[in-house]
């Protein structure tokens, strides 16, 4: 038990320097580092506009008031904000599979799944976490919420990061899968930012099994309007489950993965 514990301690010492150096080769530029988070809190307060426009017209849509608006939008974007910038690599994963880019992750002593989707840092998604929290704010805050929302926030990112990787890993079968695995992304995206009100049937039933969006953005939002701590464990639960998920099939698929014979170091 000692040595599981003392391995993933390793592990997380080694993911967190491993993001500390792909941030740090993003700040060389700091006038492009900071242009890329201002200009996507810019981008996404855009699209908030249009909600502000339909709900002066209506009090309520789907079932959603305006503040759960702000709510549902900000939870989306601080979860997409965290599987991007810690995990960035996973939306790309079915690229490095398939050109077998791999190597330099195999030959290192660590996780091959967790370096290879933590070497790089997308800048612009801190300005989705940032734009996220002040959603949050505008929307009525207090501790509990923060705190909440917090781990929503990782829970979220964590399961998107795995959904990407599921379906990049369908590149270990079936070769280039990467607008398969870019289509799946791009559902969990935009769904997210509807009321899941306004879905019926079975597009509903999909949005919370199939494609994971009540786990990431629906509950969590019903949670921060009326906690229970019954539906919290469940997003809890299901983020683990799924994760173990995500291991289980990354490392079966590499067992038939080719290599390219391209060595690129790491850091």
């Not at 790309?92 to 660590?110: E, Y």
């Not at 369908?170 to 995206?189: E, P």
């Not at 786990?215 to 173990?244: C, D, G, N, Q, R």
Request: net charge positive; proline share 1%.
């Amino acid at each position: 038990m000692l040595t599981v514990v003392k391995d993933i301690k390793n592990q997380l010492k080694v993911t967190c320097i491993s993001i500390k150096y792909a941030l740090m080769r993003e700040m060389i530029n700091k006038a492009s580092f900071l242009m890329n988070i201002i200009f996507m809190i810019l981008n996404n307060s855009c699209f908030i506009i249009q909600w502000i426009v339909i709900y002066s017209l209506k009090s309520e849509i789907g079932g959603y008031s305006f503040k759960q608006i702000l709510l549902l939008w900000g939870i989306s974007a601080s979860t997409y904000g965290f599987a991007h910038f810690f995990f960035k690599k996973s939306f790309s994963l079915s690229d490095t599979i398939t050109n077998g880019k791999l190597d330099s992750f195999l030959v290192q002593p660590k996780n091959v799944l967790i370096s290879a989707i933590t070497s790089e840092v997308e800048v612009s998604a801190i300005g989705d976490m940032i734009y996220g929290y002040i959603l949050l704010f505008l929307s009525d805050i207090n501790i509990f919420k923060f705190v909440l929302f917090t781990l929503f926030t990782i829970c979220g990112g964590i399961v998107i990061t795995d959904f990407a990787v599921i379906f990049a890993s369908l590149s270990f079968w079936i070769g280039k899968s990467d607008t398969v695995a870019d289509t799946a992304n791009d559902l969990i995206t935009n769904f997210s930012t509807y009321p899941d009100g306004i879905f019926k049937g079975l597009s509903k039933i999909l949005l919370y099994t199939i494609i994971p969006v009540g786990i990431t953005t629906y509950i969590p939002v019903k949670m921060l309007t009326e906690f229970k701590i019954s539906l919290t464990a469940i997003v809890i639960v299901m983020s683990i489950i799924l994760t173990l998920l995500t291991f289980g099939i990354f490392y079966k698929g590499l067992k038939k993965y080719s290599s390219s014979n391209l060595m690129i170091s790491k850091i």
